[in-house]
């Protein structure tokens, strides 16, 4: 059988606007975290309201957005998981089950590093602490997210940072 290749339209305009939006939110919430605190919190809080939108597009909007089309069980990510050990992964359109749990990794710590940035601000050295602390974390997930878009492009021989960009796939089949 012969298949023509398609291109495909996994990220709706809302995920790459979000995507690219709360970067450089977090990248300059980063630059100004020490000697800029007000624009530092301004930014703390567009944060959340990203996050907020993003949750909703998460159970409303389309396919690949939603978390029922990307949130995988631990029986399938550990098939994904071995299928890439393998040297054979497999195909998924939006969100492999690693990427899709490190976008909830992502999602998670973010809320959390900005819920304690506003309780730091009230004061408090413990909160300001467990912020500094969560912001760490968040780098660390940050740096992983980024070597894993990187990798998986390599892996699946896939430019994943250009289908954030454009939103489009190029597939003459899937699996998933
Ligand atoms: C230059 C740096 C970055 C690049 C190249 C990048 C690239 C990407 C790519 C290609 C995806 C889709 C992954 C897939 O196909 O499964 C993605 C998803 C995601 N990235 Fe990044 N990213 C970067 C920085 C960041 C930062 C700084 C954050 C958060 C602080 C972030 C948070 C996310 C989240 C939450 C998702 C899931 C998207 C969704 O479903 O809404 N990324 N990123
Ligand atoms: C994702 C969002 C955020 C990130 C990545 C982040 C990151 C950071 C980092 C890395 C620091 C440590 C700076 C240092 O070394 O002194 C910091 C400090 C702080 N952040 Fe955030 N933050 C975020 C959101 C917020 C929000 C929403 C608020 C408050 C409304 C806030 C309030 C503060 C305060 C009060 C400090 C202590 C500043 C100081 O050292 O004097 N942050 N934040």
């Given at each position: 059988m012969?298949?023509?290749p398609q291109q495909i339209t996994v990220w709706d305009p809302f995920v790459r606007t979000f995507h690219w939006t709360l970067a450089v939110t977090y990248l300059l919430a980063w630059i100004t975290a020490e000697d800029w605190p007000g624009l530092h919190e301004q930014l703390g809080y567009?944060?959340?309201?990203?996050?907020?939108l993003r949750l909703i597009w998460g159970l409303v909007g389309t396919r690949h957005a939603r978390f029922t089309g990307f949130v995988r069980g631990p029986t399938e990510a550990l098939g994904?998981?071995?299928?890439?050990?393998?040297?054979?992964p497999k195909d998924y359109l939006g969100h492999n089950p690693a990427g899709g749990w490190m976008a909830i990794g992502l999602i998670i710590v973010l809320l959390?590093?900005?819920?304690?940035?506003?309780?730091?601000?009230?004061?408090?050295?413990?909160?300001?602490?467990?912020?500094?602390?969560?912001?760490?974390i968040l780098l660390l997930l940050v740096v992983v997210h980024v070597l894993g878009v990187l990798a998986s492009s390599l892996l699946h021989a896939e430019n994943l940072i250009g289908a954030m960009l454009t939103g489009k796939k190029t597939r003459d089949n899937i699996d998933v």
């Open positions: 012969h298949n023509t567009f944060v959340l309201v990203l996050l907020g994904y998981l071995r299928s890439l050990a393998q040297g054979h959390a590093t900005a819920a304690t940035g506003i309780l730091a601000n009230d004061g408090g050295e413990l909160w300001e602490e467990l912020h500094e602390g969560l912001a760490n």
